[in-house]
């Protein structure tokens, strides 16, 4: 779902640079404009900096849409509101690869869905391959990493369809012993320093 997350930032990042461009633009004009009033000894009026930004066909503008998406983003399409369903209407419309993104995201999560533990690692193997090659021929940067992480440890994530087990239980150990072990040089440097 970072994945996901990437893209809708990638483009929000693109249009805040292009709105600070165009404030820097902006104030230079007014520092100009303000220069030849000065020269010329006429009255100076500052005039405010308005961003002019397309709106969508909800009525958001692009970067609204881009920063209120971030939680529809999350969720699956049946679990969308009306107003993230319009949202998401708009946006995908706008941006397909934003889209592209987040079915390749959801496709990913329901292959992983704890519902097809049990089923055989082959099978699972082969649908992966399959998405694979899906994410492959959308070409989407955040996605492709995410894609060639997971092959990375493909093996790893194949072992929790045979019971289900993850390496919770291991993390959590893991937690509590360097907890402790804080703790205990905690103690140490206290003892020390009262020493």
């Given at each position: 779902m970072d994945s996901c997350q990437d893209t809708r930032i990638r483009y929000k990042q693109v249009l805040?640079?292009?709105?600070?461009l165009q404030y820097a633009t902006s104030k230079q004009q007014e520092q100009t404009r303000k220069q030849?009033?000065?020269e010329n000894n006429e009255p100076f009026v500052a005039k405010k900096f308005t961003y002019k930004s397309q709106k969508l066909s909800n009525g958001e503008t692009i970067?609204?849409?881009l920063s209120r998406s971030r939680y529809l983003l999350?969720?699956?399409?049946?679990?969308?509101?009306?107003?993230q369903r319009e949202r998401a209407v708009a946006l995908f419309?706008?941006?397909?690869e934003i889209e592209k993104s987040y079915k390749l995201c959801c496709k990913f999560r329901a292959w992983y869905s704890k519902e097809n533990v049990g089923r055989s690692v082959d099978a699972m193997r082969a649908e992966l391959r399959l998405w694979y090659s899906e994410v492959e021929k959308e070409n989407v940067l955040e996605m492709e990493n995410f894609s060639s992480l997971v092959e990375r440890h493909e093996g790893l994530i194949l072992n929790y369809f045979v019971n289900g087990d993850t390496n919770a239980i291991a993390?959590?150990?893991?937690?509590?012993?360097?907890a402790n072990?804080?703790?205990?040089?905690?103690?140490k440097k206290q003892r020390v320093f009262l020493a």
């Open positions: 805040l640079s292009a709105k600070r030849f009033c000065k970067l609204e849409a999350y969720k699956y399409p049946q679990n969308w509101s009306e107003t419309e706008y941006y397909p993390e959590t150990m893991n937690s509590k012993n360097t072990d804080n703790s205990e040089q905690r103690h």
